[in-house]
Nanobody, 127 residues
Framework: QVQLVESGGGLVQTGGSLRLSCVAS????????MGWFRQAPGKEREFVAA????????AYADSVKGRFTISRDNAKNTLYLQMNSLKPEDTAVYYC????????????????????WGRGTQVTVSS
């Protein structure tokens, strides 16, 4: 099991940018497939972006493609989500997720694929 702690959320205006971070501890981070999900009030938790543990494979939800970038620094045990051109509909709690055992180039787009979750960080985009 790995412990995940997100940070970097906040209040931003439409069109602004934020960079989320997720620091992992407890196991070998470099062998974990990682992802970001988000949950808006009254809605299901949804996939945002994912990255393989080799970091050469990434995937994005259509709603964020071209605006968000997922990356990782295995030396720092940290996952990132750079969010640009933010919109009010991006307002949600953003969660970091991890799973061990996937192949080195595998990206996971679904919640059941992940074993460990952080507690989330709030992102609010004002119009």
């Amino acid at each position: 099991q790995v412990q995940l702690v997100e940070s970097g959320g906040g209040l931003v205006q439409t069109g602004g940018s934020l960079r989320l971070s997720c620091v992992a501890s407890g196991r070998t981070f470099s062998r974990y497939a990682m992802g970001w999900f988000r949950q808006a009030p009254g809605k299901e938790r949804e996939f945002v972006a994912a990255i393989s543990w080799i970091a050469t494979s990434t995937a994005y939800a259509d709603s964020v493609k071209g605006r968000f970038t997922i990356s990782r620094d295995n030396a720092k045990n940290t996952l990132y989500l750079q969010m640009n051109s933010l919109k009010p509909e991006d307002t949600a709690v953003y969660y970091c997720a991890a799973t061990e055992g996937a192949g080195p180039y595998i990206v996971l787009r679904t919640r059941p694929g992940y074993e460990d979750w952080g507690r989330g960080t709030q992102v609010t985009v004002s119009s």
